[in-house]
């Protein structure tokens, strides 16, 4: 048996430290690392089967290439060649807007991101789809409006707050969005002199612990949003002194919600006034951090929810202040500030839908693909996703990606995805690779930790940087690199190579634009690896700017603190500080001109003007579909698709239609028995289960099911039932928590089909 090894976990974004033991290329003994510095020993059921990812027979292990509906194995020379081959000839022919990149390492491998969004830029397209613009570019845009930048994030500051305010989000179960989250919402729920307030339409595990949960109607977040600004404002709870101070445009929005009718919001939300009131009143007048998450991302009006957030935060001063949320820190941000109003700023051609934060929304995808527009998309680089289960409308997509002339996937499983691809290109594992994952979920401290490769790898997978690498040679943007620099990097002399690559970069500054394939080919070569040559490249721009950051962390700043870093980390596998944050200046943060939160939007103001009491009750009144469903909930039988072998489930029925027992009775149907679920996209079969986490008139699937292994189908996909154009107005996000849908009984003739 070997050794415990340090690493962490790459099934959610939480990322917890984790210690294993291996044996070749398996993964046989898994434990929390106490030792790491930021989750200290926390771990959830996901992390514990990490074993079950690492080594199962759906593993790839050589290059693949269709012939006809078979697979065939190919060299690595070969599948290079000819994919860049037919690449040039696509891009020749049909120019860069042919070509999209669906990427950004997954949960816990983002160094990928470098290389692919590199090749892609460099090849001249911005049509980078991902995971992110899934969920959160609705809020990427409200950050870029109100803080100046989309890239600006905040998170709650738990270790100064008196109360904690939850929406939407199942931190309990989900154990993510907030570090070592289990034990924090415990910590609020108990201590006498603290309060955790939970507003959610079910009665989820979070909400059960919560000393106050108001449960609102499903797909009235936004309405209940605006009539709790409007008790604060009626009520003069407001503060004056930080909105004077710190936020502009009040007194453009305060109309909106001083005459606002929140009694009669409220009776459409289905939740008491005074209840309401008494949490209104809570949350202005003690510090209160706030944690959100899909159940308002994905809800029916996605974009303006984050806006009424913002609003909220803003009035009572919780941006930015002690106990409130807080602008955290982070080794590098998880993407660029691309405002739509810059001319530069690509839009998708069918549709319209301008890049968030660098990103394009997968639920456009399939209609960019099927466009009769000479600029549609005709070739794809697909990595680490699995866009044919993870996202919305799978008939959509599969029907799109039929007509794709090229479509590449790298992983390291033969996904439902692959199975549709050209060529299907191995990549090495989480555990089997230098990677790192750059979520922050921390304040003041910022924590950064590389992952090192721990177990054997079977067959010829590589990296996907070096695979990037490859591509890159192959179809010629890479630049002559000297010969002297490509000896310091083999060498791993990094001090004499730092100063021979910023001489080479001062003399042409379009170079820096490929530095993730130029320390790949010259760094890389020393250190053995793309990746790890690449954070050593980010760990070297560092201290330019968070220079503060590092002083308050304990380190001294020169030439070359960011090598010393490097070193660092490779000498604490747990993981390091790499910053810390001043607490007492947070707004500092701010990117707007004039250092404000500005309040109000343009784009927004008719659409918060909709959102009235009997427009409210008429939207989620449908005869067709009298239900609705909840697409997608965590629960600790589920990791989105990167757990494919049902074994990690040990054989539980996970996937089952979640409802209440008065809905189930009603139908005459018995807990245990299949319906069937039917939406405007498609109908499922489902075996039926009673909690009383279902609200009446809810409906909840599990996502991350239907996978096919080893020619059997475990469980129901959930995005049959989801179609990719249900999705909010201004980031295309999927409404995935308001789909409404019917549940029927099944009838003797389906029972004996």
Known sequence: MSEWKKTFCALCYHNCGLEIQTEGHRIVKVRPDKDHPRTKGYICRKGMKIAHYQDHRERLTHPLKKEGTEFVKISWDQAVSEISKKLKQILDEHGPRALAYMGGGGQGCHVE??????????????????????????????????????????????????????????????????????????????DPDKQLIVIDPLLSETAKKANTHVQIRIGTAALFLKALIAVILQEGWENREYINDHCQGFDMIA???????????????GVDYDEVKKVALLYAASPTAMRTDLGLLMDRQSTMNSYLEMVLMAVCGRIGTPGGNVFNGHLIPMGPHSDERDPKTWRTEETGIPAIMGYFPPNVLPEEILSPKENRLRAMIISGSNPLRSYADTSAYEKAFKELDLLVTIEIVMSETARLSHYVLPARSAFEKWDATFFSLTFPETYFQLRQPHCDIQGEPLEEGEIYTRLAEALGPLPRIPQSMLQAGLKGDRTVFASELMEWIKQDKKRAGLLPFVLAKTLGKGLHSAHLASVWGLLAMYPQHSGDDLVR????????LGDSLFQRLLDHPQGILIGRLNPDNNLEKLRTRDKKIHLYIEEMADWVREIEPEAEKAAINRADFPLVLVAGRHFPYTANSIMRDPAWNEHKTACTAIMNEKDVNALGIEEGEDAWVTTEASRVRIPVEISDIAAPGTVTIPHGFGLDYGGETYGVNVNRLTKNTHRDRVAATPLHRYVPCLVDAIKEQDAEA
């Open 553 to 560: 962390a304990g380190y001294e700043v020169t030439p070359f």
């Open 255 to 269: 109309p909106w919600f001083m005459d606002f009718d929140v009694r009669s919001a409220l009776k459409v939300c």
């Open 113 to 190: 991101t470098g290389f692919g969004r590199t090749l892609l830029t460099a090849l001249g397209s911005q049509y980078h789809y991902s995971a992110l613009a899934q969920e959160l570019t609705g809020l990427y845009w409200i950050n870029g409006r109100a803080y100046g930048r989309q890239n600006l994030h905040l998170v709650p500051d738990l270790d100064r707050a008196k109360n904690f305010l939850v929406m939407g989000w199942n931190g309990y179960v989900s154990n993510s969005g907030v570090n070592r989250a289990g034990k924090r919402i415990a910590e609020f729920a108990k």
